[in-house]
């Protein structure tokens, strides 16, 4: 439940050296979909970023179109479907931000286990409210939806032969260090990166970590030995 704000230091920073484009995923209600807009609307060729449920877009773009991805990074992201009882509680969720406690669902999306303890954090944590807020409560359930309805990309990354970056926060409650090492080591090219002091939401609690990790990643080669395991 982030808008373009989620990434806005990123688009500070590099977008001077670099064409930046946004895409939302808010339109649909399943991850298939929404990669078919990403698609519609994204150049021939592009690198693809996703956070979370955008992440879970880039993983579909890339079993969809593999040969339009020069790169890929994927930040905060879950390979794998979500588990029968992780869908139960969104669905719990979804039932109250259609009896009017958006704000409430969104809260139990991320709970303090989602943010490193920072100084900032509450700050952040704001921000991600007033995100929820702007976007609203049908954006709400759409993302939901898909998010209850993600595919298992295991497949997906093993056939993904282009450099991968895996970018998570050392003190993710939500999609565990482990959980994206697993993914990371699914990528013939992955790599894993580790911010320190940060959670589900590394973009903004290490703006400059995340921005500096990237624009390695970017200037680094196309052309790669399969990462060693």
């Known amino acids: ?21 946004i895409i939302l995923p808010s339109g649909e209600e399943t991850v298939e979909r929404l990669s078919e807009v990403v698609l519609a609307n994204a150049p021939a060729k592009f690198v693809a970023i996703g956070h979370g449920l955008g992440g879970d877009v880039v993983m579909d773009v890339l079993r969809r179109a593999p040969e339009r991805v ?6 905060s992201t879950d390979p794998l479907a979500e588990p029968p009882k992780t869908a139960a509680a969104r669905e719990a969720r979804i039932v109250a931000a259609k009896s009017g406690r958006l704000v409430q669902a969104a809260a139990e999306d991320y709970p303090d286990m989602a943010f490193a303890a ?9 921000l991600v409210a007033d995100m929820v807020l ?10 939901s939806r898909a998010a209850q309805r ?8 093993r056939r993904a032969l282009m450099p991968a970056l895996i970018l998570a926060g050392a003190e993710d409650g939500l999609v565990p260090v482990r959980r ?15 911010i320190p002091d940060a959670g589900n939401l590394p973009m903004l609690e290490q703006p400059e970590a995340v921005t500096a990790a990237l624009r390695k990643f970017l200037s680094g080669p196309l052309m790669l030995r399969p990462a060693r395991r």
């Open 118 to 126: 920072t100084e900032w954090r509450d700050e952040v944590r704001a």
């Open 180 to 194: 994206q090492e697993f993914l990371a080591g699914l990528l013939p090219y992955g790599r894993l990166q580790v």
């Open 70 to 75: 020069l790169r890929v990074v994927l930040i």
């Open 150 to 157: 993600r595919p298992d990309q295991s497949k997906t990354l």
């Open 1 to 21: 439940m982030c808008d373009a704000r989620a990434f806005l230091p990123q688009m500070v920073q590099l977008g001077a050296d670099h064409a930046c484009q």
């Open 134 to 143: 702007q976007l609203g409560e049908g954006v709400y359930i759409r993302q």
